[in-house]
Each structure stands twice: as C-alpha cells, then as structure tokens.
C-alpha cells in the first residue's frame, strides 16, 4: 500500500512536470498588415494673396491612369480643374489665391506633394500638407511683433472636427476654449490665434482632428524692429519625440531662436549638438537646455552659434532630449524670417518642393549612426539625378540645378534636410518631407466574444 | 321478519372456515343460508357443502353481480344479508342489523367493518365516493376502533360485505350493475339506492371482520387475469360509477374534470416513482373514455329504473374540497419522506459507528483510551432536547463558529451583493427570457445568427432565476455569494463520513472545521471567485455535495446504491455544466474502479445493482446536457472541454499542485504547504488506504491535466485549451481529504506512545496544515485583488442601445484596434454579449462574407459595401477609443453612412444611412433541437424522481 502511495506521488510528480506551462486563452497571432499603392491622395495648399501659382510633383513609380484636379476650399464647391501631372513629374499651375485642394487618383496619388511660394522675390514658402491626425507648430506668437494665422482645410464632402491646444511659456493654456472646430466639407477656414490666446511671444499648438481629414498650415508674420513685417509660412514640426534635427542653417542670421515645447507630464533637458560639413560637435559654452513639463522654452542662440559656424559652412542642429519635446528654429536672415522645423531624422525616399527663382541648394544632413550612398532626383523640365557618398555625422549641400520644380532625395541611413533658398530679399527653407505612397490595409479579424 | 344469508364465494378456502364458523354462531341465526359459488376449485366447495350441505350451495360461473342476481330467484325472504366469503360476521352481527331495520325506516343497513386479521382496525362504517372517484370512509388509514363512531347514521352507500338489504329494493333496482364487477358495486347500488329514495344505514353495533382479498390483490380472479391490476380495475370501476349515475347537469363538467384529475393524479405517480399506477390511471381513463357507448347505455337504464323524480344525493357524497386534502396529504407525507431520508442517514451512521466503537473497544481491549471514542458529538451533548433554538444555537460552539463562518465568507464575498462581471464572468442579462431563449432556441439570434450550442449551465440558471423576486443578476450574486458557505456544508458532511471511514475513529468536530475552512476557502484563495470564474466556484460548492453521494455506492442496501447513482449522476451533470472536464474524469475514475473490481473481485461485483449506478454517474451528464452534447458535432468537439464563461488562462503544474490560478490569487507557498502534511500521510498505516486513494485521485488528475493542457481547442477566432479549474479543485480536495484522514485521532495515538520523532514532526506538518486556511482566509479578507466589479458603461452609447434591444436584427459593429497591429470587430446586439452567450460566440464560424465587408469598410469603403451592412444587421459602426486616425478618416469620407454621436468624445460613431431590417439575422436551427430539448427536459425529470428518497410504505 505504501509502495503504492509513493507511486501516485511520483506519478503526479512527472505528470506535472509534463504538463504545458500555464497560457493565456484566446491568443491570436497577427500577420503584419498589407500595403498597396494609394488610390486616392489629398494635399491642401494655404491661401497666399500674392501667388497664384502652386508646384506639383508626385512621386510616383505607378503605371496607369490618373487624374489630377485643382480646385479652391471654399463653399460652395468650386469646380475641380484638371492639371496634367504625370506620375514621377512636376509642374506648376495657375490656381486660385484661396485655400486650394490638390487631388489625385490613380498613378499620380502615391508621392502627392506640392507647395506654393510668395513674397516679393519668393521669400515665403509654404508647404501643402496632407491631412493629418496630429500636427505640431512650433514658434507661433500673437503678439504685436510676432502673429500667426492657422488654416484648416477639409479635403472631404461630410464635416470635419479639429480640437486646439496650445502651450506658451507658462505652461499648457487649457483655459483656450478650442476644442471642436467644425470645418464644412470642401470648406476651409482661417483662425487668428491671437483671438483664441491674445499677447502671447511664443506659443507652440497641437492640431489634432477627431472627425474627418483636416490639413493645417499656419502663416506667421514677424516684425523686425526697424523693418517692416515679414511673413512666412510655419512649416510643422515633428510630434514630440526624443531625437530631433533642426536641418537648414545658415552661416550667418541676425537672430537665432530656438523654441522648445515639452507638452508632457515630465520636465527634461535637451542637448544640442551641431552637425557641420565635416563632423558633429557640441558648442563650447552651451549649457543643456531644461525643459519643464508642458512649458514652451525659449533660447536665443544667437551668440553661442554665431561664432561656431565658420565660412559658408552649412549646419543643422541635432536636438537629444531625455522626455519628449518638439521645437522649431526661428531666424532672421538678412531681414526675412525663416523658420526652420525640428523634424526627424527618417532613411528612404524624401520629398521638397524647389521656389522657382535664386539661389538654391539642398542640405543633407546625416546622423551619427550612418552614412552612405545618396541619390537626389531633380524634377522639372530637365529631370538629373545626382549620387554622392555621404559620411555619418555630416551636412552635405547638393546644388539644385535651374529650373528644378521638386525633388526627391533617397538615402540608406537616417537623414534630414531641405531645400534651402537665398535670394537678395532674404532666404526661406522648405524641409525633405515623407511622402505616403502606401495605404495600409489593415489585417481585420473578428474579435473573441470577451473584447 | 325473515332473512337469508347469502354468502358469495371464490376460491376463498383461505377465510371461508372462519366465516362459517361466524355464521354457525350468529345469536340471531338466519332463516336460510344460501351459498353461492363463482368457479372454484374443489377445497372451497367441499368447505362449504360440508358445513352448509349441498342443497344450500349453488355453482354459478359468473361476477359477483351475476351470481346474486342468479341467487336472488331462489330467494323469498323479505331481506337479504351478503356475506363474501372474507367477511366474518360477529355473533351479534345479525341481530343489531335486523333489530335496527326494525327500529328504522330504511332499505338498505351496513355493519361496520374492521380489519381482519387485526380485528381492532377500522375499515368502513360506510362509504361515499368524491368527485374524483376516491372512495371515502371518512376514517383515517389504521384508525382503532375504540368506538369513537358509534352512532347509526346515514349513508350513500355500505359494503356489499355484511349488507342487509330488502329483497323488493334489490329486485327492483336490478341488483348489482354487471359493469361492476368487483370494485365500487356498493356504491354504485347505493347510489341508485339513494336517488331512488331508498336510504342506507350503517349499524356500527353490527360488526363484520372483512379481510378485503379482492383489493389487496391477494386472491386471483378470472376478471383480472394473472397479474391483477387492482389499481387499474379501480380506477375504471370509480369513473364508470361517477359518469354513469351524476346528474346529467354536471356531466360535461365531471367528464372534464376527470380526465384533468387523472392526468394529475398520474404526474403525482410518477413523481413517487409509481410508473405502473400511473400507467394504470392513464389505461383506466382510455378504457372508459374511448366506449362511451358503456356509459350512455348504463345512464339509459338507470333513467328507466328511475320511476318518479330522482331525490338529490348531493349532501351523501363527499364534500368538494376533500380532493384537495388528500393532494396536500400526499405532498406532505413525500416531504416528510425527503426530510426523514436525512435523517435516516445520520441515525443509520450513528448506530454504525456505536457499533464500530464497541467492536474497537473490545479488540483494543486496555488499550482504548476514553476520550478517542466518545460517540456522542459535542453538539448533540449540548443541545439539550427541550431548550430553544435560540438558546441551543448560543450555547452550542460549533453553531456559533459556523455562523461566524458564514458571516465572514458573506463579508469577504460583499462585492456580490449587486450586479458583478469582470473576468471571466460577462454581465447577467437584464432579462432572464434571454436564458430561456438561449435553451429554448434552436438558431441564437446574436452574433450574425448561429447554431451553436448554448453552454449547459444556462438551463440551471434559467431556471433558478426563474423563482419569483430572481433575475439573472441575482442569480449571479448568489452564486458569488453563496458558494463558499454551500462548499463549506458538502465539505463538513463529507468530512465527517469520510474521516470516519478514513481512519476508524470516531470524527473531531476541529478537525473537520479545519478541512472545511480549508477547502472553502478554495474558490476564493485559487483566484476562481476574484477572476470570476464563475465555472470553477459552482464546481467547488458542489464537488463535496458530489463525493457525499458518492459515499452512497459503499452502501449495502441496492435501493440506496442506485440512489447513489441517479443522484451522482444529477449532481455529476450539474458539475459538467459548469467544468465539462468534471465528466472526463469521473469517467476514468469510473473505469478504474470496474477494472480493479472486476479485477480482483469479479463476483462481488457481478450484480447489476453494483456496478450500474456507477455506469449511471457517467451516462447522466451526456444525456443530461442533451442539446450541448450533440450541438457541438458540427464544432470542434473539444471544444465541450471549454471552462464555463470567456475564456480564462489555464493554470501552470505548480499552481494545480497548489490550487492557484496564476494572478489574483493567494500566495501559492499558502497552498503548497498543504502538500507536505498530504504526503506524510502515507506514513501513517491505520488511515493509509484512504490516504493513497486520495492520491491515486491526485495521480489520474494530474496526468489528464497533463494530457489535456497539450490539446489545443481551435475556435474560430482563435485557440483555446482544456480548462483544468475541475483537476485543480480536486486535487487540493483531495489533499485535504488525505491530511483529515491522517489526521483523525493522530493526537491520542501520539500521546499514548513515548516522545520520539514523531511528535515534533507532527507539530511542523500541523502548522504546515495550519497555514493554508489561515493563509487563505487572510489573503481573501485583507488582499483580496480582483477582476470583478459592476459592469462596466458600455462602449456602445444609450440611444444606439435603445435600438439594438428593439429587434435581434438591429446591431452595431464595434471596431477596435489600429491598423499598424491588425483590426477586430464583433457585433453588438441587445444588451451586448452577456453571460452565457460568451460560449456561443466562441464557437460560432464568423460570417465570411461580413468579415470581408468589414475589412473593406474600413480601409476602402465602396457605397456597396456600404450598402451591404444593413442586410448584415447593422446600424452603426462604433470604434471606441483608441480611434485609429486612418479608420476613422476613411469613415469619415464614406458616402452612405453619417457621423453619429458618442457620449465619451474619444469614442468615433458612424450610422448607416439605411436602416436594417428587424429580421435580418434570423435563421433555422437544426431540426432537431427541440426534440434534443424534449429529451433533455424528460430525462432531467426522471432523474430528478429516481434521486427522489425511497417511500417506505409501499403497499
């Protein structure tokens, strides 16, 4: 009998060795989602009083048949006016001064981008966005020296929902009762922030969209003191993340300012190191910026850079942060503002429109973490390539050849940069942007019955 | 006046010397003794020629009615006394009948009848019939004659034994109806008697000792063939007499009432497991029923007999409401029954164990020690026969610690008191018409519609929340509420039996309170009640309840064997319901014990009564839970291995070892320290046996855990494993079984020998054996982490809420996730998914065509697909939050639906432009359904009967 007791212990023993260890029901392994070229593609340009002109490209690789179309935000909806874009070509149209969607089907949808350039002598560029979830402007004021005006276009027929937040550099502003902009379809609409949060320097805003597509852009007006008001588009800055570039600055500026948003719980520091043409490097006697939580941080750099920079060298900022920030540069060059957008550091294929007339090149910046063999495609009438070897930690200046409309840079490491223009009036700077090509087409599975 | 005596013989040999000797010695002799014979054989004709003389004895192969009709031509008396050949007069018998039918004005005199042989008992001073055709005496059954009736009174009828009729009344009412043969002849003649004006006395000064051969079933007739079916011949005579002599005013009503009254009286008979009566009342009722032409024919001659208007009876039959009294009689005494089968158990065990003391008393002789076999129980020493409840309950500590318990488990178990999910445990439905549906309905109208089987338990639940002042959600408290407590009384009769058993001494109330508190605390501590496992917290409560009926297989008597079977099996099938891997493993319990029986005692185990409650156990929860067992065919059949409610981890070896469920559990070196004590045990030789089944018990459990845990399920929206709640529960009930049984009388074994070892180890496994309930009951009282809460607000907003529970076919598709890690949808209809329809869902194939419009729906949204989800039954898509932005953009863009509202701003709605229609996800069920519920219903009813206690008093 013992014998046996000894023996069901024993048994018990191995068969609960044998068992399978203790599992979660109901897993279910996911493939990753397809993709397949876009079909359809919406970029909304600003409004510019002074051009009637907007530049189109896509970068498409697509075969087949396209429609492209034009036609101004306003309601009622106007007609669309076609506008003979190839696939992996670019041009520039005549289009209407208001808000103008550019939309396209078939070949010419993967790689949409465009952008429209005022001021005399071309000082302004602003880019046409895509519809987006979360956009970030960084560096917006309304005050009398500095304002800025937000645009929001709706690209579809049904009603779109946007909700504001702004942060200054007192912290967030949630007394700004901006939630639940309602855009009518095909419509856009025209916000002076100063209405929404009057006598603010600096401010930094998240546009979020809660219903529909919405695109945003936001013109800024600045005064120097002793000239007159300059004004500019705001190109957007990345979503907060930790890892930041400041791509496209120039040797010399009459001011340089960093602004700095932390729109989360935890206060951090931000490092900034400088990426010339031959290496990266930390400037002497700059401090790690602190940046509190959900606090907008202002840092003139103007002396601390301007020393740093030598000859016609070519710089971008590289920003590492131990919380998530956002920020953006401001500089006044040669009397014209330019403003300059913390974005991130991606590899593959990028896109920049080029302004039609002065002095152009486009800055390549790569990280520490490598380099390698780039190519530039120039888009226009004579379409050139160009191929150069890259080193990691390096800006590279490419020059644009003449009537170049936009282009396409495509490199195997992480990179930033941007088209950046000098004319007698002054400089603007349009950062390389990803462009979608791919619509993702999600994996859709049934639920178990207890999600 | 003169009078004959005619005595009505058939095959009587067996009273008719005491009769004759009775008629021989009557004071007041009759002026002609008339015997008349129907077919017997020769003993009872040469009784009765040799005492009366052949002149006086007639043959007449013929009924009763017959053979006095066939007397009454040579008679030419005035008055008649029938005497059977059962009934012995008393010397005075006839002469208080004549002196009486000289003193009153009356036709017809009955004696009054006892007993024979007990001659003291009463049998009829009289007879009347109630409107259900039960003959009434008015008496009570057994009632002594101690003359508490002894006054003449009037009748409807009297008993043809020891009647004394006038001969012109009986010619002139035609003597006995030859319909009647042997049952209800009297009242039939006294009836007609009566509405002819003829009354009927009963002279209990006249006394006749009837032995009642004919309706005990102790003489065999031709009418009735071999096998006499008393009942049925009864039955038929009392609704020939009621349909053939009621007024004609009444008879549609009688007609109808009488067949409502014998189906009643047949469901009673079943109830009491008296399938033959019931047959027998269902034959009698089609016999007089189907030949109506009987009856007119009988109404018709007495119409004609009928000379002058009828005098009203009424006021001689029995009172309406008596029916009634015997109905709530019978109930009452089947009550009583149940109740005295406890009753019984505990008397039968209490005398085993005087018994087994004394016998352990003489065999130890010196050496018993007083205080091992006190038999008497603590708690029975301090109830006092003759104090209060109250007072017994106050000054009894076991009753003060188990309401203590009771309070305690309720307090930990307070969150139940209101609505509960979370875990595995969905929302009760608002309505308990959805459990019916789900057991009634063939195709379950949620989801898309399906045909999957409903899980076992909702019949269970349904009709618990069926009592009045239960809804579902009650229901669900109570299950939370209750189980502890409910697992805390299996446990503590079970113990005490099985550590009896165990160990041979008589059972300590602490050390049965240990185990209870122990196992208990199970559902709580293994995490099953905070995860809300609501499966594996019935299974505990039951489990003891279950291996208490169990015990009953061990008995001698067959009767109780097989109660044991229905029983087990009732309770089996409940414990399957809820944990189907319950019926896998009995069932190789099962086949392990016929091998080794049979095996090793293959005579002992050859009667049927041995091994077939056990073969019941194992076939009752297949049957039982009919419509589930076959509806999963169509399924992945694994898939009946399912723990009840959403699917819920599978726990590790370690924590079935220590009867823990991964998280929200208590700590599990609580529960293996149980483990220690259970496995020394062994070491202890009186109780070794019980001790070594408990672990082969733990062996076959854990190596079908093994088993199982590598099986995988695949449901349609993924896979799922074996849930093993049952194994663990019945390994730690085992455990704690093992440590009881070796532990029982451990302490005067261990005082009586020399200090050794022995005794500090016994000390370090008892706080071993300590800490587990101690543990248990503080982690659930002070910890207590759990998954359970009030529902949770829907994701769903009210107005769309208000729609779906409009009609089955109105429903939102909820859509969660982002596109970067894959989508998912499911279907919200009515209340949304809730309890019981989890299982449903799991098994149910997705709708193809509806998964693929899905998916185009929310990456590119053509007005077709569109189009379509209105015939899918959809209304609106819902994606709560967190929206991913490029779903809801697309939405946003498509044409055919519209934005709608949520209440939370971070949740995105959508509304189809067109409407669903209410019948779009209705469907057919499998055919058979129903007949699988019919079944089902039958087979649980006749279980429930056969699990019904024995009646004593069969007849």
């Given amino acids: 009998m013992l014998v046996l007791g000894l023996a069901a212990m024993l048994l018990t023993g191995a068969a609960l060795a044998l068992q399978a260890p203790a599992a979660e029901q109901g897993v279910v392994e996911r493939e990753a989602p397809q993709r397949q070229p876009l079909t359809e593609a919406d970029v909304a340009c600003p409004a510019s009083s002074v051009s009637p002109e907007v530049s189109l490209a896509s970068a498409s690789t697509e075969e087949g048949d396209s429609e492209t179309t034009l036609r101004s935000a306003s309601a009622p909806a106007a007609e669309p006016v076609l506008v003979p874009l190839e696939a992996g070509n670019a041009t520039r149209e005549r289009a209407p001064t208001e808000a103008v969607i550019v939309h396209a089907e078939g070949a010419t949808a993967p790689g949409l981008f465009a952008a429209r350039f005022g001021g005399t002598g071309v000082t302004a560029a602003g880019e046409c966005a895509a519809p987006a979830a979360e956009t970030w402007f960084v560096g917006i004021g309304t005050s009398g020296v500095h304002s800025s005006e937000l645009q929001l276009t709706n690209p579809d027929s049904g009603p779109a929902v946007a909700d504001l937040e702004l942060y200054s550099v007192d912290g967030p502003m949630d007394e700004v009762r901006s939630r639940g902009l309602t855009i009518a379809g095909n419509d856009s609409t025209r916000i002076d922030l100063s209405n929404l949060a009057p006598d603010r320097a600096e401010l930094a805003m998240r546009v979020t969209v809660s219903r529909g597509r919405v695109a945003a852009s936001v013109q800024d007006s600045y005064s120097v003191p002793g000239k007159k008001a300059a004004f500019d588009w705001l190109a957007a800055s990345s979503t907060p993340t930790t890892s930041l570039m400041v791509p496209g600055l120039s040797r010399t500026a009459d001011e340089r300012t960093l602004v700095l948003a932390n729109p989360g719980d935890a206060g951090g520091r931000v490092e900034v190191k400088i990426t010339g043409t031959r290496s990266t490097f930390a400037p002497a006697g700059l401090e790690p910026i602190e940046v509190p939580a959900g606090e907008v941080v202002i840092t003139d750099l103007t002396e601390q850079l301007k020393g740093q920079l030598e000859g016609d060298e070519d710089a971008a900022l590289q920003l590492t942060s131990t919380v998530p920030v956002t920020g953006s540069m401001r500089a006044v060059v040669a009397g014209d503002l330019v403003q300059l957008p913390a974005v991130t550091a991606v590899s593959g294929q990028t896109a920049a429109m080029v302004p039609p007339s002065g002095d152009q090149a486009l800055l390549l910046t790569t990280t520490n973490a490598g380099g390698g063999g780039f190519k530039v495609t120039f888009l226009g009438d004579k379409p050139s390539t160009w191929r150069g070897r890259l080193k990691p930690g390096t800006t590279t200046a490419v020059p644009v050849p003449d009537g170049t409309i936009g282009l396409l840079a495509d490199g195997p490491a992480p990179y930033a940069g941007g088209v950046r223009t000098r004319t007698s009036k002054g400089s603007l700077f349009l950062p390389l942007r990803t462009l979608r090509f791919d619509q993702i087409l999600p994996e859709v599975t049934p639920a178990l019955p207890d999600e | ?955």
């Fill in chain 2, 1 to 955: 006046m003169t009078v004959t005596a005619l005595l009505v013989s058939h095959e009587g040999a067996r009273w008719l010397p005491a009769v004759l000797t009775g008629l021989r010695d009557q004071q007041l002799p009759p002026d002609r003794i008339l015997a008349v014979d129907t077919g017997s054989g020769t003993d009872t004709l040469g009784l009765l020629t040799d005492a009366l003389g052949s002149d006086a004895v007639h043959s007449y192969d013929g009924s009763f009615p017959d053979a006095v009709r066939h007397a009454l031509a040579m008679i030419d008396t005035e008055w008649v006394w029938i005497l059977h050949d059962d009934a012995n007069p008393e010397p005075r018998a006839l002469l208080e009948l004549v002196a009486a039918a000289e003193a009153h004005d009356a036709d017809i005199f009955g004696p009054k009848l006892r007993e024979w042989p007990s001659l003291r008992r009463l049998l009829e001073l009289g007879v009347t019939i109630s409107a259900t055709g039960r003959r009434e005496t008015g008496l009570e059954r057994g009632e002594y004659d101690q003359g508490q009736h002894d006054e003449v009174r009037e009748s409807l009828a009297v008993n043809t034994a020891g009647m004394l009729v006038r001969r012109e009344v009986l010619e002139k009412l035609g003597g006995f109806d030859p319909e009647l043969p042997l049952f209800a002849t009297d009242l039939d003649f006294g009836w007609r008697a009566a509405r002819a004006g003829h009354r009927t006395l009963v002279i209990p000064q006249a006394v006749v000792f009837h032995a009642e051969a004919g309706h005990r079933g102790q003489r065999r007739t031709k009418l009735l063939g071999r096998r006499t079916r008393t009942h049925r011949a009864e039955r038929e005579a009392a609704l020939f007499v009621l349909l053939a002599n009621d007024t004609g005013r009444r008879l549609p009503w009688q007609v109808v009432r009488l067949m409502f009254g014998s189906f009643v009286r047949m469901l009673g008979y079943l109830l009491v497991r008296s399938p033959g009566h019931a047959a027998d009342e269902l034959v009698a009722l089609f016999n007089v029923y189907s030949r109506p032409g009987r009856i007119r024919a009988a109404r018709r001659s007495r119409r004609a007999a009928q000379d002058g208007d009828p005098v009203d009876v009424r006021r001689l039959l029995s009172p309406w409401w008596v029916p009634y009294r015997h109905g709530l009689d019978a109930i009452s005494d089947l009550a009583n029954a149940a109740a005295n089968e406890g009753r019984d158990a505990a008397e039968r065990r209490r005398a085993a164990r005087m018994e087994a003391a004394a016998e352990a008393q003489s065999s130890l002789g010196a050496h018993s020690h007083a205080g091992r076999l006190s038999v008497s129980d603590d708690e029975d020493a301090a109830m006092a026969p003759d104090s209060g409840l109250l007072v017994r309950i106050v000054t009894s500590p076991m009753a003060m610690v188990s309401i203590l318990f009771v309070l305690v488990s309720l307090y930990a178990a307070r969150e139940a008191f209101g609505p509960l999910a979370g875990g595995a445990l969905s929302p009760a439905p608002s309505s308990n018409a959805d459990w019916w549906r789900l057991v009634t309905e063939g195709w379950h109208r949620i989801g898309q519609g399906t045909d999957a089987p409903e899980p076992g338990y909702v019949l269970p639940f349904a009709l618990t929340a069926s009592i009045p002042f239960f809804t579902p959600t009650v229901v669900v408290g109570m299950l939370f509420l209750l189980a502890v407590p409910v697992a805390a009384l299996g446990a503590w009769r079970v113990g005490r039996v099985v550590s009896e058993l165990g160990s041979g001494y008589a059972a300590s109330p602490w050390l049965v309170g240990w185990a209870v508190a122990t196992y208990a605390v199970i559902p709580a501590a293994s995490g099953a009640w905070g995860q809300g496992r609501f499966g594996v917290v019935a299974s505990a409560a039951l489990l003891p309840w279950f291996a208490h009926a169990a015990l009953g297989f061990v008995e001698p008597s067959a009767d109780r064997r097989w109660r044991a079977g229905w029983r087990c099996g009732l309770l089996l099938s409940l414990i399957t319901a809820f944990t189907p891997v319950a019926w896998l493993f009995v069932l190789l319990v099962v086949v392990a014990v016929l091998a080794v029986g049979f095996g090793m005692a293959g005579q002992a185990m050859r009667p049927r009564s041995v091994w077939g409650p056990l073969v019941v156990v194992v076939a009752a929860p297949p049957v039982l839970l009919l419509p589930g067992t076959l509806g999963v065919l169509g399924h992945d059949v694994t898939a009946i291995f399912l723990e009840a409610g959403r699917l819920a981890s599978t726990p590790g070896p370690v924590g079935l070892l220590a009867g823990r469920f991964d998280d929200l559990a208590a700590p599990v070196w609580i529960g293996l320290a149980l483990v220690v004590p259970a496995a020394f045990a062994v070491l202890r030789a009186r109780s070794r046996i019980a001790v070594v089944v408990c672990w082969l018990l733990i062996a076959l459990a854990a190596v079908l855990a093994a088993v199982l845990s590598q099986i995988t399920i695949t449901l349609p929206a993924a896979e799922a494993r074996p849930g093993l709640g049952f194994l663990l529960l019945v390994i730690h009930g085992a455990l704690v079984v093992a440590v009881l049984v070796g532990a029982t009388g451990l302490r005067a074994e261990l005082s009586a020998s020399g200090l050794s070892w022995r005794q500090p180890l016994a000390l370090v496994l008892a706080g071993c054996a300590l800490l587990v309930p101690l543990g248990g009951w503080a982690w659930w009282l002070v910890s207590g982490d759990d998954e359970l809460g009030r529902p949770a607000a829907d994701d769903v907003p009210a107005y769309m809420s208000q729609v779906t529970r409009s009609a089955p076919g109105h429903g939102v598709l909820l859509v969660r996730g982002d596109v970067e890690s894959g989508l998912t949808w499911n279907v919200h209809r009515g209340d949304g998914t809730t309890l019981g329809e989890d299982e449903v869902l799991a098994l149910t194939d997705p709708d193809k065509q509806l998964d693929a419009d899905v998916g185009q729906l929310v990456s590119q949204p053509t007005p077709e697909v569109v189009a379509r989800m209105s015939d899918h039954g959809l209304d609106y898509v819902v994606m709560p939050a967190p929206v991913d932005p490029q779903v809801a953009a697309t939405l946003d863009a498509a044409s055919g639906m519209t934005q709608a509202s949520a209440a939370d701003r971070s949740t995105r709605a959508w509304q189809f432009d067109e409407r669903a229609p209410d019948d779009a996800i209705d469907g057919e069920g499998p055919w058979w359904h129903p007949w699988l519920l019919g079944l089902q219903i039958l087979a649980i009813l006749v279980i429930a009967v056969l699990c019904g206690p024995t009646r004593r008093d069969r007849r």
